[in-house]
């Protein structure tokens, strides 16, 4: 635990000043933030750009809202693979589709937007979680729920509103709604790479299935997040000593 605290204030004396400045550090180590690619708040650019927003931002909403209905371990139904599987899939289309857009002659099949950025990246945050949650449930506890959340397709659909809703909010840029999902986008890389660096030391222990309750589960979340906070600073420090800045890149 010491060593954690040590390793997050190191990362937290070197990288930017306040809040979003931390979070722009975050959003540095996994994504390009090309500024015309991403949203604004007041003019200062999100921490991550309009896609890796809605991926982290979606795959926070998918993990959240599965909590909510306790600890249920199965995989969805093939069905629902399928339909996120799609929706993963759109991701990836619309990814190749704005990096073409990049490239000399321009021969993207489309114009890609920060609206088809965030729709697809919401998207493919929402299969990843839907994914996760009951990939960590089946590795760490001892016991869990049989059964998946979106048997129920009511669930399925209050999961793809409240995505729908979060995009909404995001379009319509409002300040203050902005600021705390800017938070939150960044905050996502965080969890989602602690929570898979958990799984794996889990494994690497051969502790899978021994915890009972989530607070026994505190040194191997601890471990994951010292890997996640690890991967995360080389990250950061590369890339400044490739650019000598920590803005974007420049298109």
Same mark, same amino acid.
């Not at 933030?33 to 927003?53: E, W, Y």
């Not at 938070?183 to 969890?191: A, D, E, N, R």
């Given at each position: ?74 995989m969805p139904p093939t069905l629902? @693979?399928? %339909?996120?599987? &799609?929706? *993963? +899939?759109?991701?990836? /289309? ?7 857009? $990049?490239? =000399? ?51 399925? @659909?209050? %999961?793809?509103? &409240?995505? *729908? +809703?979060?995009?909404? /909010? ?7 709604? $902005?600021? =705390? ?59 400044? +000593? ?10």
């Amino acid at each position: 635990m010491g060593l954690a605290v040590l390793l997050t204030a190191v990362w937290l004396f070197l990288t930017p000043s306040g809040l979003l400045g931390k979070a722009d550090a975050i959003g540095y180590a996994v994504c390009h933030r090309i500024d015309a690619r991403s949203f604004h708040i007041l003019g200062r650019q999100f921490p991550l750009c309009a896609r890796c927003s809605g991926t982290f931002i979606g795959a926070m909403l998918g993990l959240a809202y599965q909590t909510v209905f306790g600890r249920k371990g199965k995989m969805p139904p093939t069905l629902v @693979l399928v %339909l996120f599987g &799609a929706l *993963a +899939l759109a991701w990836v /289309l619309d990814g190749s589709n704005s990096f073409l857009m $990049l490239l =000399p002659g321009d021969r993207s099949v489309y114009e890609t937007t920060n609206l088809t950025r965030l729709l697809t990246g919401t998207g493919m945050g929402l299969a990843i979680s839907v994914v996760l949650r009951p990939a960590f449930i089946q590795t760490v506890y001892t016991t869990w729920e049989d059964e998946s959340v979106f048997e129920d397709w009511k669930k399925l @659909l209050g %999961l793809l509103l &409240a995505a *729908a +809703l979060l995009d909404l /909010l995001i379009l319509l840029e409002i300040p203050w709604i $902005l600021y =705390p999902l800017a938070l939150v986008g960044s905050l996502g890389v965080v969890v989602l790479l602690m929570v898979v660096y958990c799984m794996v030391w889990v494994m690497i222990t051969n502790h899978e299935n021994r915890y009972a309750r989530f607070r026994e589960i505190w040194v191997p979340l601890v471990g994951g997040y010292m890997v996640a906070m690890l991967q995360i600073g080389v990250i950061d420090l590369l890339r400044y +000593l490739w650019t000598g800045t920590w803005a974007g890149f420049v298109l």
